[in-house]
């Protein structure tokens, strides 16, 4: 825990952003000693499931062999790119159109005319569960 006076916002704001941006802790502000504030980061975290980075890497590999590794790094960094946005913007996409899936609290991002990411948003947290071929029936996949 990090505790901070509150004339440190003033004169070291630069310093106290980037702790707080490296660490994702919140830091404690006080004035005159007492509890005032906290000072946090409020983009939201972004933690990518087992599956997600396994579906990611697959879809590298598809691309790096029908189409060559420059073409798959480009689609590996408009899937990360995309999905990153959900940093900043936690709801982006809609409510998962499969029953089942939003009853569950899953959302669904399209990332390119090709992919779409399945993710739930739990407090501030988004959990990125799968990135999959949207013209395939993945929803009973998911289940």
């Known amino acids: 825990m ?5 004339t440190a916002l003033r004169n070291e704001y630069l310093q106290i952003s980037l702790l707080v941006k ?13 509890a005032d504030g906290v000072f946090m ?23 790096t062999e029908k ?3 420059k073409y798959a790094g480009g689609i590996y960094q408009t899937l990360r790119e995309e999905i ?13 159109p499969d029953p089942e899936l939003a009853v569950k609290g899953h959302r ?8 779409v990411s399945v993710c739930k948003v739990t407090d501030s947290t988004v959990f990125v569960y799968s990135i999959v071929n949207s013209a395939k029936d993945y929803p009973k996949l998911l289940k």
């Open 2 to 6: 990090t505790i901070k006076p509150s």
């Open 22 to 34: 490296e660490t994702g802790e919140p830091i404690f502000i006080t004035n005159k000693g007492e």
């Open 41 to 63: 980061n409020m983009k939201n975290k972004l933690i990518y499931l087992p599956e997600a980075d396994r579906d990611i890497l697959e879809i590298v590999r598809f691309h």
């Open 67 to 69: 189409l060559g590794a």
């Open 84 to 96: 990153s946005r959900l940093r900043d913007f936690p709801l982006l996409g809609q409510a998962h």
């Open 108 to 115: 669904k991002l399209v990332l390119t005319n090709a992919y």
